[in-house]
Nanobody, 121 residues
């Protein structure tokens, strides 16, 4: 039972910035990888950025150099700093976390409710 609560989405002009936050709560012993995915209307959900427990990062080619993912393990929180936003970044952004089972080797995927990011031209 893990809940991911996202915040920070909104409307911004092209070239502007937003910072998304996602805090995990519930029955958590630790969190492995965390990430952000985007889903535009009529499109499938796509990986934007992810970060391992140790801080290794990966980014979609389209956001490299513009977005930065980070995490605060003490707060069970992941962030996405989005700079130089483009209209094509417009989408619902979902937080994702891989959480190991407290009592077994199993690993579970959890998703936030999504937060809307709209970039106007």
């Amino acid at each position: 039972q893990v809940q991911l609560v996202e915040s920070g989405g909104g409307l911004v002009q092209a070239g502007g910035s937003l910072r998304l936050s996602c805090a995990a709560s519930g029955s958590i012993s630790s969190i492995n990888a965390m990430g952000w995915y985007s889903q535009a209307p009529g499109k499938q959900r796509e990986l934007v950025a992810r970060i391992s427990r140790g801080g290794s990062t990966n980014y979609a080619d389209s956001v490299k150099g513009r977005f930065t993912i980070s995490r605060d393990n003490a707060k069970n929180t992941v962030y996405l700093q989005m700079n130089s936003l483009k209209p094509e970044d417009t989408a619902v952004y979902y937080c994702h976390a891989k959480v190991p089972d407290r009592w077994s080797v199993a690993e579970y995927n959890y998703w936030g409710q999504g937060t809307q990011v709209t970039v106007s031209s």
